[in-house]
């Protein structure tokens, strides 16, 4: 599994991004896929994730309303809507994919498997 990320980028406050994240190898079958972010000087944080069989999805507070994530299964992609981004969005990105059912863990860095190299977000005021 090599997971590659696009998008990102520099938008005013207010404005939207759109990330996405497709496993190039196709290698594995994954059970979800989701995205953690980490500010400056802050520890990696859940953003998002969805179940790729269900779709299923699941959000951070701090982003719900105001992302979405959606998956193309046929390439074991992801794509994560951002809308009304604020400074605190400001970020690295990064993609991360789990190849079995990890419950309620969704949320927590240890169970994924893969992980993409990142990617920048910066909200400007």
């Known amino acids: 599994v090599q997971l590659v990320e696009s998008g990102g980028g520099l938008v005013q406050a207010g404005g939207s991004l759109s990330l996405s994240c497709a496993d190039s190898?196709?290698?594995?079958?994954?059970?979800?896929m989701g995205w953690f972010r980490r500010a400056p000087g802050k520890e990696r944080e859940f953003v998002a994730a969805?179940?790729?069989?269900?779709?299923?999805?699941y959000y951070a507070d701090s982003v719900k309303g105001r992302f979405t994530i959606s998956r193309d299964n046929a390439k074991n992609a992801v794509n994560l809507q951002m809308n009304s981004l604020k400074p605190e969005d400001t970020a690295v990105y990064y993609c991360?994919?789990?190849?079995?059912?990890?419950?309620?863990?969704?949320?927590?860095?240890?169970?994924?498997?893969?992980w993409g190299q990142g990617t920048q977000v910066t909200v400007s005021s």
């Open positions: 969805i179940t790729l069989s269900a779709g299923r999805t």
């Open positions: 190898n196709r290698t594995f079958s994954l059970y979800s």
């Open positions: 991360a994919a789990d190849r079995e059912y990890s419950g309620n863990y969704y949320y927590t860095t240890g169970v994924y498997d893969y």
